[in-house]
């Protein structure tokens, strides 16, 4: 059994604690307010990321951020991704051997557009860094921390480091498979969150599931076409961390990308959206780098780009709906076509 610390302690950090304790290892679990953390070790639960939940005991909150990272070898990095490079910044500062980092956080930096795990690369020093590996899939903390059945995939360059991963968290309740392809995994579970956006909207403006399905199976055809580009394989994104992740972020009310887009569309505004969640909406951040991205691919997104219109441009949601089905008509499997026409 090891000693594994979770850095951030909301929704899905606290629910990967759960998980890693229940298979016998020792959680550290860093929260950066001493109030939360003081409530989580005081009453073994944490109310307002995971009400009615109740923690193991071999989870330890700790607000000290050295403390936390006192003789481990595993960091499973569980803040969103703003705050990413901040909690990096302090972790190189703080750490005085090697650690292998487990990321969770879904999103792509706007401007810099990078992706997760190149951050960590950016940001920690070599000698500070055995691997970085990501875990992810369609996994809402709510339902994990049920031990509801849920099943994610652990990818890194190196493999090894991805099973390594994978025997830390499998159970009976939490499956994990491997996939080498890190790209395709990232840009999957950061770009399914504008998908999952748009898909609330058209909830919200009373759209039906004809319009679901049709977000669903267009917005993965932009994320495929982009992550393809980008150096994914295009399998990946038939996968839990493409397809798999976007039916469940679309479909369920624990999103809170589904449920920002379904305030949007009934007709609040953004910054009040935001304001009354109380938690992380990725997809804001990570629309305005897959606009940034399509731009940067000379890829169509048209999806994303209608999103950017709604979240940044003041247009009104039933207006943007309405340009995306004005839009020239064209044939399903463009991409496929202009493939075949090359070859
Ligand atoms: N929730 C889920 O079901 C899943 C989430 N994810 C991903 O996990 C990542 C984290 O999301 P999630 O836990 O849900 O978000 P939450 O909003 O539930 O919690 C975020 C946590 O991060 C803390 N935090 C915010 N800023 C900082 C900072 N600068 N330094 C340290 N801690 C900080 C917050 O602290 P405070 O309490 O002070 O606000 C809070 O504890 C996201 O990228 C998300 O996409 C992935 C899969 C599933
Ligand atoms: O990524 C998730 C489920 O797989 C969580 O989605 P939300 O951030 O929209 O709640």
């Known amino acids: 059994m090891e000693q594994i610390t979770v850095l951030g302690a909301g929704s899905w950090g606290t629910a990967l604690a759960i998980v ?8 550290k679990l860093w929260g ?20 009615g939940v109740e923690l193991p005991s071999n989870i330890e909150g700790v607000s000290h951020f050295k403390e936390s990272l006192m003789d481990v070898n595993t960091v499973v990095l569980a803040v969103p991704t703003k705050a990413i490079r901040d909690v990096l910044k302090d972790m190189r500062q703080t750490i005085k051997k090697p650690v292998t980092i ?3 956080s879904k999103g792509i930096e706007p401007d810099s557009l990078l992706r997760i795990s190149e951050i960590i690369e950016l940001e ?5 860094l ?5 875990l992810s899939g369609p996994s809402h903390a709510e339902e994990v921390s049920q031990r509801h ?5 652990s990818s890194s360059k190196n493999m090894k480091a991805a099973e390594y991963i994978q025997d830390l968290f499998i159970n009976q309740n939490f499956r994990v498979y491997t996939n080498p392809d890190i790209i395709g995994v990232e840009i ?8 999952a956006l748009a898909a609330g909207i058209t909830d919200g403006l009373g759209y039906g599931d004809n319009a679901k399905a049709a977000l669903i199976t267009r917005g993965l055809a932009e994320i495929a076409r982009l992550g ?8 990946t994104f038939s996968g839990l961390t493409g397809i798999g992740d976007l039916i469940v972020t679309c479909t369920s009310v624990h999103s809170r990308n589904w449920r920002a887009g379904n305030l949007l569309g009934k007709g609040h505004n953004l910054d009040e959206v935001l304001q009354n969640m109380g938690m992380v909406v990725e997809g804001v951040r990570t629309t305005k780098a897959g606009y940034q991205l399509a731009k940067k691919y000379n890829v169509k997104m048209p999806i994303t780009e209608a999103l950017y219109d709604v979240l940044f441009n003041g247009k009104a949601p039933k207006e943007a709906v309405d340009a995306l089905m004005a839009r020239v008509k064209t044939h399903e499997m463009e991409d496929l076509v202009n493939i075949m026409e090359n070859r």
């Open 20 to 27: 890693l304790a229940d298979n016998g290892h020792h959680v």
């Open 32 to 51: 950066h307010r001493p109030e939360l953390i003081e409530e989580i070790n005081a009453t073994k639960k944490n109310e307002k990321y995971l009400p």
């Open 102 to 104: 487990v990321h969770v």
């Open 124 to 128: 920690m020093p070599e000698e500070l």
């Open 130 to 134: 055995t691997d970085v590996v990501v």
């Open 149 to 153: 059945i849920t099943t994610v995939t």
């Open 188 to 195: 999957g579970g950061a770009l399914k969150n504008i998908i």
């Open 228 to 235: 393809s580009i980008m150096g994914g394989n295009p399998l």
